[in-house]
């Protein structure tokens, strides 16, 4: 059974283009997040929604638009895709309520591709 | 040999000896440390954690150290295994941050059979 799973897993597209990455979780956790790594595998917070409410906006151009439907899905939509945004987009979610200590699981990431 | 440069640090060993990865954190106000391993072309898989007010904890075949007066990390994994093979990334948490994860650069485990 797969606990976070993001569709699509590779996405190649035009630069101006506007896409979506979703994101399930089936764990009944509470907060989900969205990461972003680079080509040198660096690994930086983007968005984080607690019962589908913003509580981590960390500095993202306003192109990309998170959204919640509800506690089990976390959605990310870009604008006006450029080539900087290529890179490996991984949602994460955790239990909240648990504490500190709750682990965070990630999905297999999306690969995005801007040509 | 470990090298640190522009590109990730990388570690080879060969299997069955035993690995130290190393790093430093940032925040003297974090609360939680954890270790992640990322295989090709997966996401973070949670490997242990720490809490602030521990110095040591013990998983299997694996052991993180903290030293809080330096801001540094540590990560053993005994009698390393090929299934090892991976980039290791540590990660620390304050605790008023909503459980964001401040993640380290991440360092590439290569073990030699």
């Known amino acids: 059974d797969t606990a976070v799973s993001q569709t699509p897993k590779y996405l190649v597209t035009q630069m101006g283009n506007d896409k979506s990455i979703k994101c399930e979780q089936n764990l009944g956790h509470d907060t989900m997040y969205w990461y972003k790594q680079d080509s040198k595998k660096f690994l930086k917070i983007m968005f984080s929604y607690n019962n589908k409410e913003l509580i981590i906006n960390e500095t993202v151009p306003n192109r990309f638009s998170p959204k919640s439907p509800d506690k089990a899905h976390l959605n990310l939509h870009i604008n006006s895709l450029e080539l900087g945004d290529s890179a490996v987009y991984f949602c994460?979610?955790?239990?909240?309520?648990?504490?500190?200590?709750?682990?965070?699981?990630f999905g297999p990431g999306t690969r995005l591709l801007v040509l | 040999g470990e090298s640190v440069g522009l590109h990730l640090p990388t570690l080879s060993v060969q299997e069955g000896d035993n690995s130290i990865i190393n790093c430093a954190y940032s925040n003297s106000a974090s609360d939680y440390f954890i270790w992640y391993k990322q295989e090709s072309g997966k996401g973070p898989q949670f490997i242990i954690d720490?809490?602030?007010?521990?110095d040591k904890r013990q998983g299997q075949r694996v052991t993180v150290l903290l030293n809080k007066t330096v801001k540094h990390l540590s990560l053993q994994i005994a009698a390393t295994q090929p299934g090892d093979s991976a980039v290791y990334f540590c990660a620390e948490i304050e605790y008023n941050q909503g459980g964001k994860l401040i993640f380290g650069q991440g360092t590439e485990l290569s073990v030699k059979p």
């Open positions: 994460a979610s955790r239990l909240r309520r648990g504490g500190i200590q709750e682990t965070q699981y």
């Open positions: 720490i809490r602030s007010n521990m």
